[in-house]
């Protein structure tokens, strides 16, 4: 069977796909995964439906793929459109589609496309370079956004037994990865009988084996300083905190369903960069949230620029029928919303410029990437502070270094997001 896979959507999306695979590889005999859709006998697409842009996106990949079928291949979907809107509903809205299965496909589609069913250990299948990969540890979210549809799609949070995910982390190691992303709805509410995730961290930082474990998304709220002290104690374990604030003006932060307010962001931001020396903050925040005022996106600027921070990602907000917050009054006009998004980038891109600027003329570890996707006359890489597939990269114009090491660069160049340097 040759099989072309399409996956959208957020890292958590690739695991499930990467466990979909390592599923359907020890269930079939004879797999081949290509590139082409014209070569493939099976279609597989994860999909995204986290708001309408990516419901959107999803649809659209679906029935471009349908359009370019033949009679004799089958499409596939999964993810959270089937979850979102239901089988049968998808069924009479795409008919194009074969088969709609739901986030259990990992499980189902080895029986469905093969004889045999799923093994129950069936290591995932690795669709990340070689030398990076993702953790997930807790499936699903409790926290009450009022904005978010992921309890409503994935369920409220469950957090996988410790000794798994230590497990999978060693599997991951022995075959060469350097860098393992640990990645879940909410890292910091991860709790497993009296395991926590400073108890699971210290566990994981413990493995044989040279690997940077990497943090996504934390809840303001839940960090702590046994959580900081873990970090900053353990080398392995990047100084990188990813902390979605979502907004700073206290009003909305309580309109959100978010359990902070602006003094204790401010608060939990200085108790980062007390305890955690040189470390590096990644956030993300929301316009045009019903009820924004003009003196509420003043006081998310203000703070912005009082805090910072190193990497921000700005989006705009998107009512979703499900969602609580689509039921809120003053709604933001669209190009008002759209007017603010470009006005925090453009401050970000200042900040972020400043940033990089100061780290020219220092040496840092850098993980290599390989060949950069702008030219092969450069290499590419990583530091601990540029998260993948999100943040910047550090291009290489002088020196070779082998694709999954870590090679000490000299920073002689840098630009809003990137840096530039030589292998040292």
């Known amino acids: 069977m040759r099989l072309h896979v399409i996956t959208l959507g957020c890292p ?4 499930d796909t990467e466990n979909i695979l390592g599923g359907l590889k020890a269930g079939l005999q004879g797999l081949e995964l290509v590139d082409s859709l014209h070569e493939s006998d099976v279609v597989l697409i994860n999909t995204c439906s986290f708001i309408q842009e990516a419901v959107s996106e999803s649809i659209e990949t679906i029935l471009e793929a349908a359009s370019q079928k033949n009679e004799n ?26 088969l709609f299965v739901g986030f259990d496909a990992h499980k189902r589609l080895p029986e469905i496309l093969g004889s045999r069913p799923w093994q129950q250990g069936a290591f995932r299948l690795l669709s990340t370079p070689p030398w990076r990969a993702y953790l997930k540890i807790s499936e699903g979210c409790s926290n009450k956004c009022t904005y978010c549809l992921i309890p409503k799609i994935r369920g409220n949070q469950m957090c996988r037994e410790p000794a798994s995910i ?3 982390a ?13 990645i879940a709805q909410d890292l910091t509410a991860y709790k ?16 044989n084996g040279e690997v940077w ?12 300083h046994k959580l900081l002290e873990t970090v900053s104690s353990h080398k392995n374990i990047c100084p990188y905190f990813d902390i979605p604030v979502q907004h700073a003006s206290s009003r909305i932060l309580k309109r959100m369903g978010r359990q902070y307010s602006k003094q204790e962001l401010q608060e939990t931001i200085a108790m980062i960069r007390e305890k955690v020396p040189g470390s590096y903050i990644r956030t993300s925040v929301i316009v045009g949230f019903p009820g924004e005022t003009e003196q509420d996106f003043f006081e998310l600027k203000s703070f912005i620029k009082e805090a910072g921070f190193d ?9 979703e029928d499900e969602a609580p917050s689509s039921r809120l009054g003053d709604k933001v006009d669209p190009v008002t919303a759209k007017k603010r998004h470009a006005e925090i980038m453009e401050m970000q891109q200042h900040i972020s410029r400043q940033k990089m600027r100061k780290l020219v003329g220092s040496t840092v570890d850098v993980l290599i990437e390989g060949l950069s ?10 530091t601990r502070f540029q998260a993948p597939e999100i943040d910047g990269v550090v291009y290489i114009n002088e020196g070779l270094a082998e694709p999954g090491r870590v090679t000490r660069v000299q920073i002689t160049d840098s630009y809003e997001y990137d840096l530039v340097g030589k292998v040292v």
């Open 12 to 15: 958590k999306n690739r695991v």
């Open 73 to 98: 291949q089958q499409i596939i979907v999964t993810g959270c459109l089937v979850e979102r809107y239901g089988i049968q509903t998808l069924k009479t809205e795409m008919p194009e589609v074969d």
């Open 166 to 168: 230590i497990k999978e």
């Open 170 to 182: 060693e599997e991951l190691i022995s075959c060469g990865v350097k860098e393992i992303t640990l």
């Open 192 to 207: 497993h009988e009296n395991v926590d995730l400073v108890r699971l961290l210290t566990e994981l930082a413990s493995l």
């Open 213 to 224: 474990f990497r943090l996504l998304y934390l809840y303001p709220s839940r960090i702590d």
């Open 311 to 319: 990497h921000l990602g700005c989006f705009v907000y998107s009512d």
């Open 373 to 382: 996707d702008e030219t092969d006359l450069l290499l590419q890489g990583r």
